[in-house]
Each structure stands twice: as C-alpha cells, then as structure tokens.
C-alpha cells in the first residue's frame, strides 16, 4: 500500500462532506491549516492525549481523556488478512464461540485507506458471516456511495466477532477477548483514516468512557491513524433527527 499521506486531506474532506449531507453535524476544514493541525496533534497522541483540531492548533478548549500510547509501528506476526482470519476463525475464548452461527471477521480492501469499526455483528450477520449487511448496512453503503466509495474500496470490520443474543451491548469482558483481533487488523490494514461508529466502538478504541456527543466533532487518533467519530449506522434508523 502506499504509505505517503497526499490523499489525507481528501479522504478527510469527503468523510466530513458525507456526514453533512446526510444531517449528522456540521464540520468545518481548513486545508491550509489541516496539515500542521495533524502534525501537532500527532505529537499529542503520542503523548497519550485524545484530541481535536482547535486543541491541535492550541485553540482553548476542554481537556478530553487520555488513552494508552499505540503505534502502527509494532510488528505483527500475520502475514495477511486472509492468515489472520483463518488463525481466530474458530474462536473459543469466551461464550460467544458457543452460541453464534458464523463468526464475522471483516470485509473489503485489505490495503483500504479507510477502515470503518462498529461494536459487534446483528442477526444478518451472524446469518451470512459478514459485517453491515442487514439495515444499518444498507445506510452505511449509502454514506458510503455520498463519498464515492463502495465496500471494496474500504474495509469494514466491528470490535466483536460474534453476534451477542439478542443483540445486547457487548460486554467489558468479551471485548477484552476480542480487541487484540482488531489491532491485529488495523496494524495489517494500515488505514489512513479509522471512523468509529457509535458510542460502544468509540469508547473502546480510545480507552474512554467519554459520552459520545463529546466524542463527535473532534479528531481523535488510534495508534498513530486519525479517528473520527460518528452515530452508528442503526442509532440513525432509530433517531432519525441525528
């Protein structure tokens, strides 16, 4: 995958456009300032903070969380995706290996520059094995089609593997058990940009207990790799006046 960052800025702009057009926040970029806003804000991940463009740019604004230092850097002992997927497929570390029917590990580019992360498969999914194809799916593919993307230009994957009954939020101790296949993913992937979509894959990837709407708005990173922040595809079929 190339690794230099000149589409950065872009892929940012047609995030950002997709989610104001489909009413779910304003956001303002500046193109001139977005790169030295990065690089500053880079420095202060490293550092352990979670932060936006205004505190990048040393605008005032309210102190957010701290999460562990990550880095795309560590080595991973997968050669592919593909190896990955075949090496955890059969999962047992927790209940849910029991009682799912297909375990969801991701889909689309292996070399994406955009990675989206939800919380953990539906019924669909469970039922077909892949991430985002029941309802919420399809508004994810049309926010997809707003920024002229589809499923195989970006990669798609949840926090959890396995479907929890009835759909229940995941549980701290199953997200343990499965967090580690996630950062396994981003470090083969090598995103450019990371959405997170809702509150539950938020708070997980940035080790917060911050409450969404906080979260919204702001550029955050995940082990190196700029993260946004957004409602999740079924919060929007729930509550339309997002």
Known sequence: MDNNTDRLPELLRRALKAQVDLGMGEFVIDTPTLPAATEVAARMAEAGRVVSVEQALGVNGTEEPQQEGLSLTESTKYASLEEHREAICNCQECPLGQTRNKFVYGVGNPEADVMFV??????????????????????????????????????????????????????????????????????????????????IAAQAMLQTTTPLGRLRGKWHEYAGVPMMVTYHPAALLRFQSY
């Open 118 to 199: 939800g919380e953990a498969p539906g019924a669909e999914e469970d039922r077909l094995g892949e991430p985002f194809v029941g309802r919420a799916g399809q508004l994810l593919d049309k926010i997809l089609a707003a920024i002229e993307f589809t499923r195989d230009d970006v990669y798609i994957a949840n926090i959890l593997k396995c479907r929890p009954p009835g759909n229940r939020d995941p549980q701290p101790d199953e997200m343990a058990q499965c967090f580690p296949y996630l950062r396994e993913q981003v470090g083969l992937i090598r995103p450019k940009l990371i959405c997170a979509l809702g509150r």
